[in-house]
């Protein structure tokens, strides 16, 4: 395995002009040297796009009239040429090592049906809380969703899930749960990774 393939970064805005430059600047500061940053702003009316142009010549700007989370990450998903591909919110930040050690945890192992790296949490923004995930377990998956949303994918293993299910586009939190399910499906694994290297923000959106 190439011990630095190519790693897509996704990163999904929808009027979060206060906060997708913090996003964008923790994908630019990731310390793995081969990282491909597409930004999907999905029909933003507030000033999003004058905050996300200036790094136009460091990323992939897709711009779409609004269509839904789901949409937008899937449209970022069919621009990606990496060969793991991952999704952040625009309002939520990685830690530096973030894709580092994700792909390092990926190269350490010698399991085919491997497609999934994920960390732990920590909350931040109006209070912070660390949130431990859990070992991969399909059993506990099955009735609570323990894996982070910017979990690390193989894109092709993506690819042949279909992506996210466009029929949960409005449906809050639910998207991600849906396609590590499709995942297991597929006969694909995952593999837990401890460490806070991913931090969600709590604001006052719902």
Same mark, same amino acid.
């Given at each position: ?16 002009? =206060?906060? /997708? ?8 500061? +990731?310390?793995? %040297?081969?990282?491909? #940053?597409?930004?999907? !702003? ?54 530096? =090592?973030? /894709? ?8 350490? +192992?010698?399991? %085919?049906?491997?497609? #999934?790296?994920?960390? !732990? ?86």
């Amino acid at each position: 395995m190439n011990s630095h393939p190519l790693v897509s970064c996704i990163i999904t805005n929808y009027n979060y002009q =206060q906060f /997708v430059v913090e996003s964008i600047e923790s994908a630019l500061k +990731q310390t793995y %040297p081969k990282m491909e #940053i597409i930004v999907v !702003d999905d029909g933003s009316t507030d000033n999003s796009l004058q905050y996300i142009r200036p790094y136009q010549n460091r990323l992939d700007l897709i711009c779409q009239p609004n269509s839904g989370v789901v949409e937008a990450r899937n449209n970022g998903g069919r621009r990606a040429t990496g060969e793991f591909i991952f999704f952040l919110d625009a309002d939520d930040i990685l830690h530096p =090592q973030y /894709v580092e050690k994700l792909v390092l945890a990926f190269n350490h +192992q010698d399991n %085919p049906n491997l497609a #999934i790296a994920y960390s !732990d949490c920590r909350f931040c923004g109006r209070f912070t809380s660390l949130v431990r995930s859990h070992p991969w377990d399909v059993k506990k998956l099955l009735y609570r969703n323990y894996i982070i949303s910017a979990a690390l994918m193989h894109k092709k293993a993506f690819d042949q899930v279909g992506g996210y299910h466009v029929d949960l586009n409005k449906v809050a939190s639910f998207e991600d749960w849906d396609l590590w399910l499709s995942f297991v499906e597929a006969g694909y694994q995952g593999l837990y990774v401890p460490g806070d290297l991913y931090f969600y923000r709590i604001h006052g959106r719902g």
